[in-house]
């Protein structure tokens, strides 16, 4: 064969995998914190549906919305509403986390501020969840 | 008619070098390396961009010609140099016994020089060993040894040059006692395949013995390895030389945030199997110190072989410190008989476009072409554009 | 489209405006009053008409914030100019159905 | 000394394809780095690809994954990795060529539209005064150009349109340091959606940076200078 005949194959495109969004296989505590505040961030717009349909039952009058809330009143979803503010905490207190960074502050010392976030949410979550059972 | 072509074997420096100036002066030129552009020899570079100072009493052949290539790269390649110059220091009696010849060889080498006080030099480099008896001050600079060929194969590619990386020459394809081109396999796939050419360079670097041989040919190639030592942190701005004949540990490049100390020296046979001398780790650090002593203390970021290529005399070398430092080229039809091959061995980074200007002087002349040499003009692209996509 | 730096300003003050109305509609909710927990604990929290209006102001920061956040998480897919066009406009419409689906709700019960 | 066991990822186009893992194990010594063992293997196994050049971690060119992370192969020693199984496989993101050979082109195709000044000046031993005829001391940009921070970022792998860390970094670098260039042009280039506003600073950027470029705190540092205007109004130099 020539040089002429011969012709190197073209490289393997990448393929974008949403997988790596969710992998395990994070290199620092930051990949972490982005990976809590997507996934808290999806579960709460799925809990903002969720939260809608059930004051929706506020429009069929008291005794639907009674009824209604009279369902969610089980350790499930009392379980389930702490798992929420869990959510709701950590993505606000992250949320105040990237704005500092984005001001150029504290950006050397985003890993502690991770932690603190981090910890703050759990204790809160904490708290709330000995005030709710 | 159809331009001539010209296979050049070795993506190195000088291959690279060689491109570039064959396709300016009109020819068609592929270059074969077997890995990655600047993986061999220029792969294992000291960034040092030599004024010839460090020659300039022993191997006077050498120091002029890194002097003028000094010069014209300045002026063909800005960025990709440090210019910080260089100090040559004396710490000893000694050294300062060299001194005399020093300053004589750079009169005579015609390399610019300034001798500055002792406590100049302290003043600029404060890490300096403050035993510092004499310094001078030369235009040595960092290179950047890799991307500066990027640069050269960058504007050969523009010119038509094509590039082939992971294509390793298996056999040089002969007609009689004419070489017609090579028969390379692509690593890529594993598949073989014919490049004819009218000429085939040989630009393997410390390997240009090995490739010399598929052609049935002798090159007196010396690999000569020397131990090169990279610490973290950037210890001094200027390259700091010990004003001494040349000798292990006696240079210090600052490269971006690192120092590299150099070398020490030994030969081998084959270029591929250099083993590392561990306790030259040490040695580098020891003489470093007496230059920066608290390089003593640096952090090690990586310690490798690097093969010169330098060119043997024929009684056999024994450490490679006696070795020119001067490159040759072969023209194998005068030499052996073998029309079509030529061999471009020895010389250094900082020689490269001096070394392919020599090469392609001959290569046009046994085409029996007339096209002068342009690469001491022209101002080569950006090493980026060596990455741009071509269709 | 908007600049980069709109979306991604807004994004950041809609989050910032929900840490402290999220916190008044959480503390409100559940430790003023003792909680809503009757349909007519709800008629008399959303009486008041300051917090009828901060109620409003968070539904639509809510909304606001969820739509940018979601369409942040597409564009982080890789997609092209064109979708990145109708996607907006589908999210656009999406948010003020539900601000407007809000709103009459809020209505509805006081009414 | 002690031995190691050695899974590389192989790849050609046509010939290992689909791509699979040669396991080696190799007597390894505390100075031997991941390019080391590579250049041993290859002396026994001429096809094996991988992309090289200085030893050192100043050229940038051997950036690969090693056990998961990215690293430059050739500052990166097999006993501090401190595991009995060494996974070696080619950076993601970008389109993969053979083995552990990936394509830059698209790495560099990302600075196009910032430029980049190649040197700088040297900010180190500030006391030393330079010569006149060379006017200020110089040094290289701190960036390699090895694209582990392209493989580590989480948008770049869903998004190939986002400039990402490298690109973005160093427009930074511009506006930090202009030396002639146009640093509202600069500022405008990348302040767009596929820009400094793409990134969810999840800082894996700067975890595997091997020369303390910092491209997330770059980032960060072109936001500051957007939301507050203050290199327009003439902030540092």
């Not at chain 1, 903002?48 to 209604?68: K, N």
């Not at chain 2, 270059?31 to 040092?48: A, D, F, W």
Request: glycine residues 8%; hydrophobic residues 45%.
């Amino acid at each position: 064969m020539n040089i002429e005949e011969y012709k190197r194959p073209e490289p393997r495109q990448p393929e974008a995998r949403l997988s790596e969004w969710f992998s395990p296989t994070k290199r620092g505590v930051g990949g972490w914190a982005f990976l809590l505040h997507r996934l808290t961030g999806i579960v709460l717009v799925f809990y903002l549906l969720l939260h809608f349909s059930v004051l929706s039952y506020l429009a069929r009058g008291p005794e639907a919305y009674q009824a209604a809330l009279q369902f969610l009143d089980n350790p499930l979803f009392v379980a389930l509403e702490v798992a929420l503010i869990a959510a709701v905490v950590y993505h606000g207190l992250n949320g105040l986390r990237l704005l500092l960074m984005a001001l150029n502050l504290g950006v050397k010392q985003q890993k502690a501020m991770f932690w603190v976030v981090f910890v703050l949410s759990a204790l809160t979550t904490l708290v709330a969840a000995v005030y709710m059972f | 008619m159809k331009k001539p072509h010209v296979v050049v074997i070795g993506g190195g420096a000088t291959g690279a070098a060689l491109a570039h100036d064959l396709t300016l002066r009109g020819l068609r030129v592929t270059v074969v390396e077997r890995g990655e552009v600047t993986s061999g020899t220029t792969g294992r570079h000291h960034g040092l961009l030599h004024s010839g100072a460090r020659y300039a009493v022993k191997d006077q052949e050498s120091a002029k010609e890194c002097i003028e290539e000094n010069m014209i790269l300045r002026k063909i390649a800005p960025g990709s140099f440090e210019l910080n110059n260089g100090l040559f220091v004396a710490i000893t009696d000694e050294d300062m016994a060299y001194r005399p010849a020093f300053l004589e060889g750079l009169e005579t080498c015609g390399i610019p020089y300034k001798e500055i006080t002792p406590q100049e030099a302290l003043a600029r480099e404060p890490n300096l060993n403050p035993a510092v008896k004499a310094a001078v001050e030369v235009p040595d600079g960092t290179m950047d040894a890799m991307r500066l060929p990027l640069r050269f194969l960058a504007t050969a590619q523009q010119h038509g040059a094509v590039v082939l990386t992971y294509t390793e020459v298996e056999e040089i394809l002969m007609q009689g006692k004419a070489v017609v081109g090579v028969r390379v396999r692509d690593h890529v796939t594993e598949k073989t395949y014919n490049i004819g050419a009218d000429l085939v360079v040989n630009a393997g670097g410390a390997w240009s013995g090995k490739i010399a041989a598929l052609a049935g040919v002798h090159v007196p190639l010396q690999p000569s390895p020397g131990v090169l030592v990279a610490v973290y942190g950037r210890w001094n701005n200027m390259v700091l030389n010990r004003m001494h004949r040349s000798g292990d540990g006696d240079i210090i490049v600052p490269q971006r945030t690192l120092s590299v100390i150099g070398t020490s020296s030994w030969v081998v046979e084959d270029p591929d199997k250099l083993e590392m001398k561990k306790e030259h780790i040490q040695l580098m650090y020891d003489y470093g110190a007496q230059l920066v002593p608290a390089i003593r203390n640096a952090k090690l970021r990586a310690a490798w072989a690097a093969a010169r290529p330098l060119i043997g005399s024929e009684g056999g070398a024994q450490t490679g410190r006696e070795l020119s430092r001067t490159f040759k080229c072969f023209d194998h039809a005068e030499r052996d008989g073998v029309e079509g091959f030529v061999t471009i061995a020895g010389g250094k980074a900082t020689t490269a476009r001096g070394m392919a200007e020599v090469t392609a002087n001959v290569v046009v002349q046994k085409l029996g072409l007339d096209a002068p040499c342009r690469t001491r003009e022209v101002v080569l692209l950006p090493h980026t554009a060596y990455y741009r996509r071509r269709m | 489209m908007t600049s980069g730096k709109n979306t991604w300003v807004w994004q950041a003050l809609s989050g910032l405006l929900l840490v402290f109305l999220l916190g008044l509609h959480l503390f409100a909710n559940h430790f003023m009053a003792d909680g809503l927990l009757t349909y007519d604990d709800v008629v008399a929290y959303l009486s008041n008409p300051l917090i009828l209006v901060l109620e409003v102001l968070f539904l639509a920061a809510v909304l606001y914030h969820a739509v940018l956040g979601v369409r942040a998480i597409m564009l982080d897919r890789g997609i092209s100019a064109q979708q990145e066009r109708t996607l907006t406009r589908a999210l656009t419409v999406v948010g003020v159905a539900l601000f407007l689906y809000g709103v009459w709700l809020f209505w509805v019960i006081l009414t | 000394m002690a031995e190691v066991t050695f899974k590389i990822y192989r790849y050609k186009p046509g010939a290992i394809d689909p791509p699979r893992y040669d396991t080696f194990k190799l007597d390894v010594e505390a100075h031997e780095t991941v390019l080391d063992i590579l250049e041993r293997l290859r002396l026994d196994d001429p096809t094996l690809t991988y992309r090289h050049s200085c030893h050192h971690g100043s050229c940038g060119t051997c950036g690969m994954m090693v056990n998961g992370k990215e690293v430059l192969a050739c500052v990166t020693r097999v006993l501090d990795l401190g595991t009995e199984t060494v996974v070696v496989e080619p950076l993601r993101h970008l389109p993969l060529v053979s083995d552990l050979v990936v394509d830059m082109t698209p790495f560099f195709e990302k600075y196009e539209p910032i430029g980049m000044p190649y040197l700088r000046e040297s900010e180190y031993l500030p006391e030393g005064q330079p010569p006149p005829e060379v006017g200020t001391y110089m040094r290289f940009e701190s960036c390699l150009e090895c694209g582990l921070c392209l493989s580590a970022c989480p948008v770049v792998g869903t998004d190939p349109a986002y400039l990402g860390p490298a690109a973005l970094a160093a427009a930074a670098r511009v506006v930090q340091e202009p030396r002639g260039q146009d640093v509202a042009r600069v500022l405008q280039m990348v302040d767009t959606e596929q820009g400094c506003w793409r990134c969810h600073s999840a800082m894996e950027c700067s975890e595997v940076c091997p020369n303390d470029v910092d491209p997330g705190g770059m980032i960060m540092y072109l936001r500051r200078e957007l939301l507050t205007g203050k290199t327009l109004s003439g902030g540092k130099r």
